[in-house]
């Protein structure tokens, strides 16, 4: 695992990207992603869309968990795996771009699961 | 799930046109910000009831009021159903605001000044969010003078006509196209706001094009006066009897949003007294505050109230109100050319819709024998007046006038 201090903003910018096929919506507390190539569109819950939000919001991994952890009960490092999973879910399905220094922590939730749908 | 399975999905659904009586005052109650139970439905009340939230376009909308904590004891599949009409709206109306802004672009660039109509000009500016309100089609209002510009720089974006010829009479020409993703698409462009007489000569395009307000996005849209008339007359009128809920949605919205500008209640009253369309504001706000209780400030409904239309607004409101439904073509021929004034004018209307032009006839019945023309155009005559001949046993074609609220509502069920 990289142990750099990930609590410092990155001027490279935010953790993750809406891909350039794709679109967001919010739908109610929840968020529609659209891949206008495909046609094909997404759904995430509250929590992903939370946490989607966040991703897209901050520069750091640091600051993404502490936010979510304002937002949600639950141990850092469970919010901070999830989150990653989350993002390599997204990543997996071609709907966002992670910042290339977060890649290698993303790469072994990758594999896991089936993006969402 | 993609785009077009859910176009298929769209295609397949029921026919439910009418809400089931019980299932409509939860409705009235959820969509009014009051908190209604839940009704103990069956399973085929429930799904009557879905299908025509869903036929009327509103399921997003009921989704977003339960989630808002609108309703208790709603059935985990009553709120399934209602979340995935709404996540499909919103993924479709991406698509739908991608494609209007490469519309207007393409319109922009040829020159042509064109003004959003209906849902395509609401849908991301009088609601919270683009995917509660479902629409079809992107209408445009555009000025005669402009429309084969218009057809010319649609046609050059990908845009092909329904009906190459739409004849002299239409008030609009649809075209269809592909949107992102493989999404069908349509445009419609107006060349007037309505179809029938006399509703045809009302608000000319050219003077609401002249009052028309550019929005924060760049779009043209219709003043908000002028809207208010517009989806009145479109509710009331054109769509007698086939009223649909989110069309009263889009009323209820445009007056949340403009209702307390000054001189939007004077300029719609002006408007609609002085295009014949003062009950048809009235029906339409009654059916807003019925199903949505939208304010309407006391004066305004006073004024609604004390005023009773003129002669000539009366008639033609009875007149479209009977009006036969899409299908039965002799009929509405026959009402339409009730409202055309004079009887050479009348003759001329008559004339032109029971005989088209040849080219028109070729491209509307698929014609390429010589033969087929005079073949078609008597046809066209029998079946026209067979309309009217059936016209007396029609349901609603004569009569004391039912009220627009009472034909959504299906007080059998």
Redesign the interface.
């Known amino acids: 695992m990289d142990d750099r201090d990930q609590s410092q903003p990155d001027p490279a910018g935010p953790l993750a990207t809406v891909a350039e096929p794709v679109s967001l919506t919010r739908v109610v507390d929840e968020t529609v992603l659209l891949d206008s190539d495909s046609g094909v569109y997404y759904g995430l819950n509250a929590s992903g869309a939370d946490m989607l939000d966040l991703a897209l919001a901050k520069n750091s991994l640091t600051e993404a968990v502490a936010a979510l952890g304002e937002l949600y009960e639950a141990d850092a490092s469970d919010l901070r795996a999830d989150l990653l999973e989350l993002l390599a879910r997204l990543s997996a399905a071609g709907l966002i771009d992670v910042r290339a220094d977060l890649a290698r922590d993303i790469e072994p939730a990758a594999g896991r699961q089936a993006p969402p749908e | 799930?993609?785009?077009?399975q859910r176009q298929g999905d769209r295609r397949r659904q029921s026919d439910v046109t009418r809400f089931p009586q019980r299932g409509a005052g939860v409705l009235r109650e959820l969509f009014s910000g009051r908190a209604p139970a839940w009704p103990d439905l069956t399973l085929a009340e429930s799904e009557e009831l879905l299908a025509a939230l869903e036929y009327h376009g509103a399921a997003p909308l009921a989704?977003?009021a339960v989630?808002?904590g609108g309703a208790s004891g709603v059935p985990p599949e009553v709120i399934d159903r209602l979340h995935r009409a709404?996540?499909?709206t919103?993924?479709e109306?991406?698509?739908w605001l991608?494609e209007r802004g490469a519309v207007l672009d393409a319109l922009h660039g040829a020159g042509v000044t064109a003004a959003l109509l209906k849902g395509a000009a609401l849908m991301d500016t009088v609601y919270s969010?683009?995917?509660l309100r479902p629409i079809s089609d992107i209408d445009l209002l555009v000025s005669p003078a402009q429309q084969a510009t218009t057809l010319a720089a649609l046609k050059e974006r990908g845009y092909e006509r329904a009906v190459t010829d739409a004849g002299p009479f239409e008030h609009h020409v649809l075209l269809h196209g592909t949107g992102?993703?493989?999404?069908p698409v349509a445009v419609e462009v107006h060349r007037r706001l309505f179809a029938s007489p006399p509703y045809d000569a009302v608000l000319p395009t050219d003077d609401l094009l002249a009052r028309a307000e550019r929005g924060e996005d760049g779009a043209l849209r219709l003043a908000p006066a002028d809207a208010l008339a517009h989806l009145a007359g479109h509710l009331v009128l054109q769509h007698a009897r086939g009223e649909r809920l989110v069309w009263v949605a889009d009323v209820d919205r445009l007056v949340r949003r403009h209702g307390h500008e000054q001189d939007f209640w004077s300029g719609a009253i002006e408007v609609a007294r002085s295009s014949m369309l003062l009950r048809s504001l009235g029906d339409a706000l009654v059916l807003a505050t019925l199903w949505f209780a939208t304010p309407l400030p006391d004066d305004v409904a006073a004024v609604l109230d004390a005023e009773p239309p003129m002669p000539a607004e009366a008639a033609a409101y009875a007149r479209m109100r009977r009006r036969a439904p899409v299908g039965a073509e002799g009929d509405r021929l026959l009402s339409d050319v009730q409202g055309v004034s004079g009887l050479a004018a009348k003759l001329r209307f008559a004339a032109l819709h029971l005989a088209p032009p040849p080219r028109t006839m070729r491209e509307w019945y698929g014609l390429d024998r010589s033969w087929q023309l005079p073949v078609y155009y008597a046809r066209r005559a029998l079946r026209g007046l067979a309309h009217i001949a059936r016209r007396p046993f029609r349901a609603g074609s004569s009569g004391a006038l039912e009220s627009p609220e009472l034909w959504m509502i299906d007080h059998d069920a």
């Open positions: 799930m993609t785009l077009s989704h977003e989630c808002r709404h996540l499909s919103a993924a109306n991406q698509v991608a969010s683009p995917g992102a993703g493989g999404m």
